[in-house]
Structure formats: C-alpha cells, structure tokens
C-alpha cells in the first residue's frame, strides 16, 4: 500500500525558534497532502491543505503567518512552525490521497515540544 | 460545513466480547465514511470505508460498519474483540468528491485478558 513518511518524528525546540517539519508520499505522487494537529486525548484537526504548485489553503482559525506550508514537489510537502511557543507544543500529522479512491493515507506523526 | 460524533470516548471490554462504537455525522450531502485506527505509538491505519453499495463494510482484522442514511450513522461492530485491538478508533467522514476529512473526537478502546 501507499506509504507516508514524516521527518523528524519529534523534535524540541526553543520558544521563539522556528521548525520544519517534512512529509513525503514514498511510492506515490500527491498533488495535494494534509496537515492535522492532534492533541493530546482529542481527535485530529485539520490546519491546511498543502497544493503542489500553488499556495496552500488554510482552515479557519490557523495563522498562515505562523504555519508556513511549501509543497516543493509531487512528494514533499512542508510544514514550518515559524516562533515557536510552548502552547504549539503538540502532534502533527499529515495525510496524502492516493488515486482517486478519496483514501488518505497518514504519516507516522511529528512530537513537537516547545520549551 | 460536516461534523462528526463519537459518543464513547472511553470503551472497556474483555477478550471476546462484542464491540459497537457509535458514530452520527452532520452534512447535507453525499458523504464518504470512513472508520481509522490508531494502535498505541503507530499512524493511523484505515479499517474500512463506505462510499457507496451496499451499506455493511466489511474492513480488515474482522471489524464492520454499518451505514444507516436515515440515522446519519455509521457504527463500527466487531462480533469478538481481542487484546490485540487495544487502540484508539476514529469515525471520520468528507463530501463526496472532496478529500477533507472530518474526524470524531476518537474512542479509547481497552481489551482486558
């Protein structure tokens, strides 16, 4: 099956530093990938939607500003946590749909910590 | 906009017992559905969706769900759980035609010996 990897799988980092946070589809091209922030006991929320080629489209109520999303190619998509703070301590996943079945396929997950 | 509802958040069970996890969503349209799986320190994992057809889906690992249009329902049912499905289950649904999903708010499951 489609596989989808995330680097790091967690990571701290200091408040007011800023954060990458890569997601890769390994044996598939997305055009379009997904980044959720799940909190601890709580279910995922989806923050944005990554677009191969143009710009990513955010939820409302996430800071475009803070989360900076590139989608380098058909395989990468990123998600930067520009200044950091303790409070955007939490598990970030991003997902990619593979065909046109409409399943997403998920990344393993990143821990960030903000100390 | 569509929304889902889980509404056992916590489900404790022993091995062999049966397993229904609730789930409602909330949309006006075509939806697709979804149920997930997330095993302590793993991604998430699909155990079976519904797009269309006939309304019970069978998934992997012997789970099933019921598809009830008349009561925007989709339960999760397992006639016999085991250890091993010690995990967090989440319901989770889009339009059909897009790729956003909506998730539940997830359901602890714990299988005692």
């Known amino acids: 099956g489609a596989v989808v990897s995330q680097h790091p799988s967690w990571v701290i980092c200091k408040s007011g530093t800023s954060v990458k946070i890569e997601c890769r589809s390994l044996?598939?091209?997305?055009?379009?990938m997904f980044w959720y922030r799940q909190f601890p006991k709580q279910s995922l929320m989806l923050m944005a939607t990554s677009n191969e080629g143009s710009k990513a489209t955010y939820e409302q109520g996430v800071e475009k500003d803070k989360f900076l999303i590139n989608h380098a190619s058909l395989t990468l998509s990123t998600l930067t946590v520009t200044s950091a703070h303790p409070e955007d301590s939490s598990f970030y996943i991003c997902?990619?749909?593979?065909?046109?079945?409409?399943?997403?396929?998920f990344g393993p997950g990143t821990r960030l910590t903000v100390t | 906009a569509q929304s889902v509802s889980q509404h056992n958040h916590h489900v404790i069970l022993s091995e062999a017992a049966s397993l229904e996890l609730g789930c409602n969503y909330s949309?006006?349209?075509?939806?697709?559905l979804f149920w997930y799986v997330q095993y302590p320190g793993q991604h998430l994992q699909l155990l079976l969706k519904y797009f269309s057809g006939d309304p019970l889906v069978k998934g992997i690992k012997g789970f099933e769900a019921e598809f009830i249009k008349s009561k925007f329902s989709f339960n999760l049912r397992k006639p016999s759980v085991q250890w091993s499905d010690t995990a967090e289950y989440f319901c989770a649904v889009n339009a059909r035609g897009g790729n956003k999903l909506t998730f539940g708010t997830g359901t602890q499951l714990k299988v005692e010996l």
């Open positions: 949309y006006g349209g075509t939806v697709n």
């Open positions: 997902s990619a749909p593979s065909g046109h079945s409409y399943e997403q396929y």
């Open positions: 044996d598939f091209q997305a055009t379009t």
